[in-house]
């Protein structure tokens, strides 16, 4: 079967043609990110209308770098939520419309399951007949899966396709967020994650070559966890606000935001920023490196502690914090005592993509589902989760 799949929920845009649910053969995305570092953040008025501009340029590529005609096409899928109300529609509407003027079946798509589908599809050919399993090399359930993408921080228990039982979630900034606001915080620009990243290797690797240890560097910044105990919940709403504390002391650091520091200055992260400025630390980039960190800690020993509970075999991630090296290495740190297998996407099915689209439709489509013509954006969409 051969899904063409749409993706619109924010500022990229997508369309691939995926052959049973796994095998890539188009996957074509247009970026935004140029149009909207201007501003720190995406601009969801200018996002649609770049929407409107790409999305043919796109679905022609995909077909075209599949080979594909239409009537090659099995079924078609379009992001609904959850998303941007304005990006999402365009997405929606043309997939919608396409489907009706070529009579194929259509499937609307939570952008969060698809990210968790993100981990079935895989490089290279389908096998020929009798040459392996169809479906060699999935994801083996029950699993976990943490989902950290964009607004979304939730540990969920995957016990077979369709099937999510929450663990926990946010209860404020979701990791994502607080990637993208201490960015802005540090003056590190936008996209936050790749930002702070790139700042926290630098770091790491100059002292390496200094041979002074990181974990010593990092008692500059001793930045709080909330580890909420007795919940698989997550809380980085007061990581971020001790970021803003530090970097309004540290010399340097967001001289625009100084000027707020006035009612905050008996916090003891701004003293904390102040005498560590004043002792010569490399302030943005120690700063990054510290607060990547204290995500990774608690997103990491959450989800080793659930997989232990649930006693799984596999962890997956999803999302685009998945594309975190310091959380993937941390994660299969924590891992390999329990003999759990860890599994992530390639870098680039991390993001948003519409590769991901198209398989997730395609396990729905397995199951006889389909949606009529009259279904309509959902911008705060959750996952379907079933009781526990």
Sequence with gaps: MLVLGIESSCDETGAAIVQDGRYLLSNIVASQIEVHNRYGGVVPEVASRQQLTAIIPVLEAALEQAHCGWDDVDAIAATYGPGLAGSLLVGLTVGKSLALARTKPFVGVNHLEAHIYANWLRQGEQPQAGVGAINEGDPEFPLICLVVSGAHSELVLVREHGHYELLGQTRDD???EAFDKVARILGLGYPGG?????????????LRQQKKSLKQARKAYLLPRAWLRGTYDFSFSGLKTAMLHLAEGATGVAPELRSTGQAKQGSRYARMGEQAAQAGAPDVALLASSFQEAIVDVLAVKTRQAAQ??????????????ANASLRERLQ???????VRL?????????????????AAFFHLSRGERHGLDLDVQPGLSLPFVQR
């Design 309 to 322: 509970e649930y006693n799984v075999k596999q962890v997956v991630l999803a999302g685009g914090v998945a």
């Design 343 to 359: 599994s992530y996407p390639p870098i680039e099915f991390c993001t948003d993509n519409a590769a991901m689209i198209a398989s």
């Design 174 to 176: 979701a990791a994502g």
């Design 194 to 206: 790749p930002a702070i990243q790139q700042a926290a290797q630098r770091v790491e690797e100059e």
């Design 333 to 339: 740190r924590e891992l390999t005592p329990l003999h």
